[in-house]
């Protein structure tokens, strides 16, 4: 089975194309910078992942997504090569998105600060006299 589940910051926009004979299937990418569990000394502690998202997936990305979100991918992992224009040979591994979900609320990654630490706004002064209270 081939199955991963990353939980991770965007690094930047998706870029986001069409192709097709009416430009009508979308394709996007981004990178997912995810943190790493256990962290060595004078290492790395995040891996960046290349994540390519299809058809609705990557028109939600182009609609949804921005650089700094934390959201939830989940998909699976295929490699490839190519070979770039010196002649080498070049190896892949990204995540094919089959779902993308967010992590965090709006106001976390960036906008209006959430006005307590769980997302939820205050209720204000709640009656007395309600039969739950």
């Given at each position: 089975m081939n199955k991963v589940l990353l939980i991770g910051r965007l690094t930047r926009d998706p870029e986001v194309r069409y192709s097709g004979e009416n430009n009508?299937?979308?394709?996007?990418?981004?990178?997912?910078a995810v943190e790493r569990r256990f962290k060595r000394e004078d290492d790395d502690n995040a891996d960046f992942v290349g994540i390519t998202a299809?058809?609705?997936?990557?028109?939600?990305?182009?609609?949804?997504?921005?650089?700094?979100?934390?959201?939830?991918?989940i998909g699976r992992i295929q490699t490839g090569t190519y070979t770039n224009k010196d002649g080498q040979k070049v190896y892949t591994t990204d995540v094919?998105?089959?779902?993308?979900?967010?992590?965090e609320s709006k106001g976390a990654a960036g906008g209006k600060p959430d006005s307590t630490p769980d997302g939820f706004d205050p209720v204000?002064?709640?009656?007395?006299?309600?039969?739950?209270?």
């Open positions: 009508d299937k979308a394709v996007a990418k981004y990178t997912l299809f058809g609705k997936g990557a028109e939600f990305s182009e609609k949804y997504l921005h650089k700094g979100m934390k959201i939830a991918v094919i998105a089959d779902e993308q979900e967010f992590v204000g002064d709640i009656p007395e006299d309600l039969p739950f209270n």
